[in-house]
């Protein structure tokens, strides 16, 4: 059974641009969360997708978005970068978003 | 907000040796989670509570859910080499049914 994917892996991007990355959920889960990682603030919810809605938002700018397509894969955006948006980007699925969650292996952000 | 006070930050501890970490919070709470990280990658679930008073083991790894629900704790027996890296807690609950996570437990082992 194929895990969470995430790609791309690694990301360099410059201040001003925006970003896609992408996350590819197990098959048959419907709820995708998303995590940002950084030394100085752990792992932070940014916000939670459940068949193409969003459920749940943490407390993010509002340059930070996702969605959620049919098939659940899910994408976020950040827009407008800033050099403190450098960060392990970690998205998680789960059958319907209770219980435990299964992590991808992030895409790894650096804002230069 | 609500927050998972984790403790200890980290623990360098000899090959053999148990360990014992544990995580609070000032509000009720009604999963617990503990999760492993290693560089690199993304957190792995190593064991779920979801009822007041569970003991639940998987292999060397025992975590309790307090009665309270406002607590947790991870044991871990005769640590190995490969049980370096850095423990979570995560939790959901309360006024929110995010899941949000303690600031981690970082566990060095040395043979």
């Known amino acids: 059974k194929a895990g969470v994917t995430q790609t791309p892996r690694y990301l360099i991007k410059t201040r001003g641009q925006q970003v896609t990355l992408s996350c590819s959920p197990i098959s048959g889960h419907r709820s995708v969360s998303w995590y940002q990682q950084t030394p100085g603030q752990g792992l932070q919810f940014l916000f939670e997708?459940?068949?193409?809605?969003?459920?749940n938002k943490g407390n993010f700018p509002g340059r930070f978005s996702g969605r959620q397509f049919s098939n659940s894969r899910s994408e976020m955006n950040v827009s407008t970068l800033e050099l403190g948006d450098s960060a392990l980007y970690l998205c998680?699925?789960?059958?319907?978003?209770?219980?435990?969650?299964?992590f991808g292996s992030g895409t790894r952000l650096t804002v230069v | 907000g609500q927050q998972l006070n984790q403790s200890p930050q980290s623990m360098f501890i000899q090959e053999g040796e148990d360990v014992s970490m544990n995580c609070t919070s000032s509000?009720?709470?009604?999963?617990w989670l503990w999760y492993k990280q290693d560089p690199g990658e993304g957190p792995v679930l190593l064991i779920a509570?979801?009822?007041?008073?569970e003991l639940t083991s998987n292999g060397r790894l025992t975590a309790q859910f307090g009665i309270t629900r406002k607590d947790s704790f991870l044991n871990i027996s005769a640590s190995i080499p490969s049980d370096v890296g850095i423990y979570f807690c995560a939790s959901r609950g309360g006024n929110t049914d995010k899941l949000i996570f303690g600031t981690g437990t970082r566990l060095q082992v040395f043979p």
């Open positions: 509570l979801y009822k007041a008073g």
């Open positions: 509000s009720i709470f009604n999963t």
């Open positions: 997708y459940f068949s193409e809605t969003q459920r």
């Open positions: 998680a699925s789960s059958p319907t978003g209770m219980g435990g969650y299964t």
